[in-house]
């Protein structure tokens, strides 16, 4: 039901009566006469576009079922669809464009026009770069029609959604966009308010630029490969993921490249911008390099996030000095030297983010070495803060509590009551939700938090948890 009563056309007196009777009989057009004055104008822009802009028309429905895809408008993306079909539009390349704009099925102009159409609806000004590949394939008129078009369906989808239009036609294919581009990763549940379970917390915010021009590097950016056949969103990964989404170009560092590649391919199939780089921080020298190779890649370095993390089995009593030893070099010796490194080449404004745990401040991992590692990142975000600061540099924690990651489901397997005790709200974290808390302290929203440690574990440091079964 839309939000606006829609007009009888057949009542629309005047010449906006007659533009819109020669036109089907589409809601859109039966919402405007609400607003007449600028119903007009609206029809001949789109008429523009439609029947006289210079663009090839196939290359035009690729923009509008771009911006369709990212606005998560359903309405425009089946209307378009239709449009493409109409010109003989191959239905992979149709689908392509709404999931995989870097598709192989796409020549290189096209790939130009949609990694522009990406950073213009994602950052509004698009990059140097990009801008120059578009420029590379189209003349100047030819320019100025895809930001016109990009323009024009970015407000027609946004009308089409804020007045809740629905597609007329009950057999229309559904909407498969973004969500379609991570066939690999699985299904989160629905969301769910009394377990507080929303779009961010499923990977399925709505991006808004908050990270737009930043360049982040993300160590520990891959996940871990465990024994689960379809294993959740790690940590690492949802960062580099959401971080691109939000604008950000992310150099994406992992012991293990081809992990930190699988992130990388995420983000690229849906047109944002990461690469992979391979390091193992247990090595200070491999720190020295990752940091100039990410500084390399992406231009420079406004954000970094340690993320890397390890555990070992050694509880009171069974620890030794090689062991202790080999988890401290990577969850605390590296983030100094990551952190120090970065700083260095680090630009004004920017923000490093150390990513610990809630076990920093609760024995009952049984894990010494765990626990004093993380409880120690605390103490080195505030020395980082305290030292970088002069440089308009922050530094601050996330803490995460009981997280559903592949890490996660490794501990519950070695510890089968980790997860099996209440838990706030029922259930484990998700790494969206750590991630949304590091793009929090990461980006300039946080430009008033140094040196602080945010617990993300849903309450259950202070004991609000419940029956998993009183979900
Ligand atoms: N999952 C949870 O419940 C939970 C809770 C609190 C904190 N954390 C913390 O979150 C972080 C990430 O957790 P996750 O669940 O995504 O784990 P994960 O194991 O999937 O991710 C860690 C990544 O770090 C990489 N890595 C390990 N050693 C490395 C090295 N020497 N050099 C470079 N990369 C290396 C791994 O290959 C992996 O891709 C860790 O710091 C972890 O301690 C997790």
Redesign the pocket.
Known sequence: MARLPLFDLSQVAGPLGELLRARPPLDLYRVLPHAPEVAEGFLGLGGAILRRSSLAPELRELVILRVGALSDAHYEVHQHRRVARGLGMAEDKIEAALADPASPLFDEREKAVLAFTDAVVRQVKAPEPLYRALAAHCSGQEQMEVIVTIGFYMLVSRLLENLELEVEDAQAAPLTIERAAAPAQPQPPEADPPRQLFAPALGRARPAGRLAGRRVLV??G???RTVDADPPV????AMTVLFAREGAAVAC????LA?AQDSVDWVRREGGRAHALQ????KPDEITRLVREATDVLGGLDGLVL?????NSSRFGTETAEAWDAVMD??LR?HMLCAQAAAAVMEPGGSMVF?????SISPLSGLPVYECS?AALAALCRSTAYATHGQGLRANVI?????D????RD?TRNRPNRAARPLPFGRQGT?WE?AHGTLFLLSSESSYVNGQVLIADGGLSISTVRQPEAA
């Open positions: 160590v520990g891959g996940q871990r790690g940590n690492g990964r560092a992992d012991l293990d992990s390091a193992d921080v247990s993320n890397v993390g390890i555990g990577v969850n590296a990513v610990s745990s809630t076990a993380k803490a995460p509590g009981l997280i990651t592949p890490l996660g501990a790494g750590v």
